[in-house]
């Protein structure tokens, strides 16, 4: 089982990106998913969730608006529309299958299976 994530880069602060998470080795269509981000010396935060048949959203205060969470499960990927980036959006920034169905997890540790992160940095 693994999750890929891609799509970081370096963008201006205002500009846009979309981050994709690609899951393999079993179908993630009964799981909630989950972005997460951390930034250096701050701890791993919860950024936006979907559940499992993507008709539920749940967006940290800090990115409504402005971050959309969107999935295929027919393609079994995950995707995050991030436009008007802050610097202090800058983090790397994880994807996540939740263990369960059931909500949309903020915790971490509701999260069985992570991708490797991919790195999301805003310049001024």
């Known amino acids: 089982v693994q999750l890929q994530a891609y799509g970081g880069g370096l963008v201006q602060a205002g500009g846009s990106l979309r981050l994709s998470c690609a899951a393999s080795?079993?179908?993630?269509?009964?799981?909630?998913m989950g972005w997460f981000r951390q930034a250096p010396g701050k701890e791993r935060e919860f950024v936006a969730g979907?559940?499992?048949?993507?008709?539920?959203?749940y967006y940290v205060d800090s990115v409504k608006g402005r971050f959309t969470i969107s999935r295929d499960n027919a393609k079994n990927t995950v995707h995050l529309h991030m436009n008007s980036l802050k610097l202090e959006d800058t983090a790397v920034y994880y994807c996540?299958?939740?263990?369960?169905?059931?909500?949309?997890?903020?915790?971490?540790?509701?999260?069985?299976?992570w991708g490797q992160g991919t790195q999301v940095t805003v310049s001024s």
């Open positions: 996540a299958a939740a263990t369960s169905g059931v909500g949309i997890p903020r915790e971490p540790t509701w999260y069985t299976y």
């Open positions: 080795g079993r179908p993630f269509s009964s799981s909630a």
């Open positions: 979907l559940s499992w048949n993507g008709r539920s959203s």
